[in-house]
């Protein structure tokens, strides 16, 4: 699959790795050097410099030809406008949007966003998190290929804490893309065990 990532930040960083990891093409969209450059060292010439609300930064990316097209500014309006752009000039495009504010919600409910992610959920499931055992949520899913991504946090005394990936009773059939630990280092090695307030994230098939 080819992904178009408009917006880097920590989590936009995290899925676009699992998205490499997978093997899936991805393309990341920024107007910021600093963020460009934090790409290119740690995952390679993989950003364009620029708006993703630009009709010509989304065509040098290439989002006629791409299957997803995820809106992961920290700011509503860019996301709204970067969208429904993207879905203008490929229709095809599953466009998946992050939802800085709850008072926005109601923009984002029109054929032009197949999937809204609410911030505040991802945000609250890090908190419920800190207070109690795991939590355990989605924040993707591809309904095309039946699968979904999910997030496994580990509470400050969490029984997944001092196990391996594989020692975790995962769903079914699930695949780790990566461990994010409490200081946002990513990891791609499972042997390793889980710390307090780690994440795991992990693809898992979903019923047809």
Known sequence: MYIIIAGINNLSYQLGEGFITQGNEVTFIDPKQS??????KSLGFLSILGNSYNKKTLL???????????????????????????????????????????KNRDIFLNDNFDYVVDYDEILGNS???????????????????????????????????????????????????????????ISHNFSNTINSLDKIIFQVPINK
């Open 35 to 40: 963020n460009a450059d934090r790409i290119e």
């Open 60 to 102: 040098e990316a290439g989002v006629d030809r791409a299957d997803y097209f995820i809106a992961a500014h920290q700011n509503d309006e860019n996301n709204l406008v970067s969208s429904q752009i993207a879905k203008f000039i490929n229709s095809d495009i599953k466009v998946i949007t992050l939802l800085n504010s709850k």
């Open 127 to 185: 908190i419920n998190s800190y207070i109690s055992d795991y939590s355990n949520m989605s924040i993707f899913s591809d309904n095309d290929n039946y699968t979904e991504i999910r997030i496994m946090s580990a509470g400050t005394d969490s029984r997944i804490i001092g196990k391996s990936v594989s020692e975790i009773e995962l769903p079914n059939n699930s695949k780790v893309i990566a461990i994010i630990s409490s200081s946002g280092n």
